[in-house]
């Protein structure tokens, strides 16, 4: 990858992640000061999971969520090996070449360890997921990557928008990809296009910077 798509692939990370932070913090009832009280919404998160129920028993049960426990439930019941097969099995019937999830980076974020995979050969499409440091479950989901004419970060946001939530229809998953712009390029228009369904909040967001080529973002994350 040259170190021009290097350095916009960074400041789409930096901004996506950004976008997440905010929002996320916005949702609080308590305004966040520092990065590092973001992760008090762990809680929050926590209880809306079917762990509620045995809030008393011993962490270490809930904690380890397989594929075969999630079936049901969103991407927010997941952990990151388990957000990589469900991306293989749905990208794959699609797009063979863009439906292997290979780890790129790790590193600290405001909502725990920020697991990075890449899925094109170039490196020019990325995949990031906030993890939880205690369940490892995602926090946040998000992929960005740079807009070429043959559209494989298009339906590389298309296929998130799919495997977030399993307890919705088919049609209402397109619903959703349409309204945000993925569907028939209104994205590059709008800029920018937000959805919420079933507890989830979908951000879409496109961007040419001058001099150097567009880019497309999307982004998954709870409303609390």
Do not use: H
Not at 59 to 87: C, H, I, M, Q, Y
Not at 120 to 130: C, D, F, K, P
């Amino acid at each position: 990858m040259t170190e021009k798509k290097q350095r916009l692939l960074g400041n789409i990370f930096l901004a996506l992640l950004l976008v997440i932070v905010i929002s996320g913090c916005g949702q609080k009832d308590e305004a966040q000061e520092t990065e590092g009280k973001a992760e008090n919404t762990a809680a929050a998160t926590e209880a809306n999971t079917e762990a509620n129920t045995e809030a008393t028993a011993d962490a270490s049960e809930p904690k380890k969520v397989s594929a075969a426990e999630t079936d049901g439930k969103t991407v927010f019941d997941r952990n990151w090996d388990s957000l990589k097969n469900e991306w293989n099995k749905s990208m794959t019937s699609v797009n063979p070449d863009l439906a292997t999830l290979n780890d790129l980076e790790e590193k600290d974020s405001a909502y725990g360890l920020l697991r990075t995979g890449t899925i094109n050969e170039n490196q020019t499409i990325v995949v990031s997921a906030a993890t939880d440091n205690d369940t490892g479950n995602l926090r946040t989901a998000a992929i960005f990557g740079i807009m070429d004419d043959n559209g494989d970060v298009t339906s590389a946001a298309v296929n998130l928008v799919n495997i977030a939530d399993s307890t919705i229809s088919a049609e209402k998953k397109q619903e959703i990809n349409t309204a945000l712009g993925l569907v028939d390029g209104r994205i590059i228009d709008s800029g920018q296009s937000t959805y919420e369904e079933n507890g989830l909040m979908y951000t879409a967001i496109y961007d040419a910077p001058e001099n150097l080529e567009p880019t497309l973002g999307l982004s998954i994350q709870e409303v609390e």
